[in-house]
DNA sequence: TATTGATATGAGATCGATCTCACATACGGA
DNA sequence: TCCGTATGTGAGATCGATCTCATATCAATA
């Protein structure tokens, strides 16, 4: 059950030092004589010494490990971020701690002040709220480095990631409108979360830029899940003077869409047209292939890891708001109405 | 820059009392007066101390974090896997640390020395090799808690959560010589890995079971990618005699298949008839939806996680291989050749 | 009254790495 | 020869929580 255990006194005892010039030649900082180094290199690797980062941490007040606090670590988009920041950190020596919120503003905030007791040295937050945020501006405030990934939060002073929500969902309504589009369903989760106002900001926007009025009767709202997601899209093409098409707020609602609308009968583009946000790869499996708005979802992860560790290394400069642009994926989904 | 910081120290301060009687009254052990309980909790509440939990693992040794070495985050199967862990672990107070091995024992090896430097309490790992395997060995000879999922490794001593890889092959391929194949593709990944192993041990079983003699030349090899699998597909189908159906080993080899079947102009099930090892949301989607032998994943997770708990908790019983059957799911992918 | 036990508290040690400070040498120039 | 600086080393403090041990008080028992 014990650890083995061996430390730098059992290195120092090894080389006849003391504890501070075994430290000196490993850290290798301060004065320490050549021969002496060396005796002490290799009795370090004789016994195989590797240094407790517990105690290092202990001393430096963080350990070297970084939070990443997603809504879902399932969904597929933060499961490739996630894989992202751990690369880019282990570059650092740094690990990767995964804690999902499971898109509840409590439990964000009960793990954030659990991982902060526990030293850790930074954060990349995708928070679950856009309003409810003292939790994340006081984390800011007291000067924890933190990064927020996907979803922006206004008042915070930290860097963020995100892509442009609006323009990308209005660049869709505008594509489906051009297609004949004018009763256009959009499926969303909760109102609560930051990329769902904005995607609604731009259903919204592009429809007012075409002088088409909003009817509040064609949004949907579920739970991002893809169970959930089926029952709100059987709900809304239930009705009579169903939408003619249909935008999704993510992959997941996608998925569920597109199970809703089968198990209707409904044939896509036929009867009706679908455009996703966040591409994902069933989109290709599909028949028709499904039409979505990209994220580059490469660049997010590697982005964040790149800023935070910026900030580890004691960057002051003036946080930065990064928005990267998204894109239409044109496949088969969307068709004229009939 | 710096934590803020309310120890233990500053609690005791607060309250008139030593150090040692503020631990006392807070982590409620040994003797201390109702009154000054009260008194130190009441500091603590209105300074809203939070103990170090680094210091704590300094003194225990042990962090109250499990690491969880997948081979890949983004294989759906393990981030359910890293999901169900993390929620019966949260239960209990520990916290999930996630690092890919990425499928390489080099990796694997360094994240484990990292990692147990890190002072982590337990870990539980999907081997990335089912031989070369020492520094695992070694782990477990060091008494360090852990438990294998998904892969079994020989000759370690501990627990271990797999499936019958072997039996849901065999079904699998039973099922396609019941339906009147006799040359049945096998697209495997890296015969490294243990899985890769069993399910091939099947394939040749069942095989041989029927009477079928194992043509070497059907079975083909790629990385456990889409890409990759996408170009071992086509190689597999473009010769003259090529299989009248194929059984893949993964999900991301299922979804190459689909992809690389799919460039090649055949159709599914009408040219060949498919089955894949791990059902995934994918499967569904397509038309026809796909034939898969699943595995129980979810309850592949929380009983890991209840596994290792019990280590932590001291358990000292003989290691418990668990092996949960598959099933296998009908759906549209499989017919009689041609 | 003396003694035992239960209750209550504080001083100080401990975990392991690292840092400060004090104390040695050595070597150069004056 | 003497002093200043560069070099090398060790003793001990530090980080924060917790544990051991010594000590102190009070009550109940012998």
Redesign the pocket.
Do not use: E, I, P, W
């Given at each position: 059950m014990k650890q083995k255990?061996i430390?730098?006194?059992d290195v120092a005892a090894a080389a006849n030092?003391?504890?501070?010039?075994a430290?000196?030649a490993?850290?290798s900082?301060?004065?320490?004589?050549?021969e002496?180094a060396l005796r002490v290199q290799e009795a370090a690797d004789r016994l195989g010494y590797r240094?407790?980062r517990v105690?290092?941490a202990?001393?430096s007040?963080q350990l070297p490990i970084v939070g990443f606090v997603p809504g879902d670590i399932q969904n597929p988009f933060f499961a490739r971020i996630a894989h992202d920041l751990e690369v880019e950190l282990r570059k650092q020596g740094h690990n990767l701690l995964i804690a999902s919120s499971e898109e509840s503003v409590k439990q964000e905030k009960e793990l954030l002040e659990s991982l902060r007791s526990l030293g850790l040295r930074g954060f990349v937050l995708a928070p679950a709220s856009a309003t409810d945020n003292r939790h994340i501006a006081k984390l800011a405030r007291d000067g924890v480095p933190c990064v927020l990934i996907d979803r922006v939060v206004k008042d915070v002073r930290c860097d963020s990631v995100a892509v442009d929500n609006e323009g990308g969902t209005r660049e869709a309504i505008d594509y489906l409108v051009a297609n004949g589009h004018r009763r256009i369903g959009f499926l969303r989760d909760d109102s609560r979360i930051f990329t769902a106002q904005e995607r609604l900001g731009g259903y919204q926007g592009a429809l007012a830029g075409h002088g088409i009025s909003v009817d509040e009767t064609l949004i949907a709202v579920s739970r991002s899940a893809v169970e959930h997601a089926i029952d709100a899209t059987i709900r809304l093409f239930s009705r009579r003077d169903r939408p003619s098409a249909l935008f999704t707020v993510d992959s997941l609602m996608t998925q569920g869409a597109l199970l809703g609308l089968r198990s209707m009968g409904l044939h896509i583009p036929h009867d009706v047209s679908l455009i996703g946000f966040d591409d994902f790869n069933l989109a290709t499996f599909t028949d028709p292939q499904i039409t979505v708005v990209a994220q580059p979802i490469s660049e997010i992860g590697p982005l964040a890891a790149r800023l935070l560790l910026e900030r580890l290394q004691g960057s002051a400069a003036p946080p930065q708001q990064i928005r990267f642009p998204t894109r239409l994926i044109v496949r088969g989904s969307v068709s004229r109405p009939r």
């Open positions: 255990g430390t730098l006194k030092v003391s504890r501070a010039t430290a000196r490993l850290s900082y301060g004065y320490v004589g050549d002496t240094a407790n105690a290092q202990l001393r007040g």
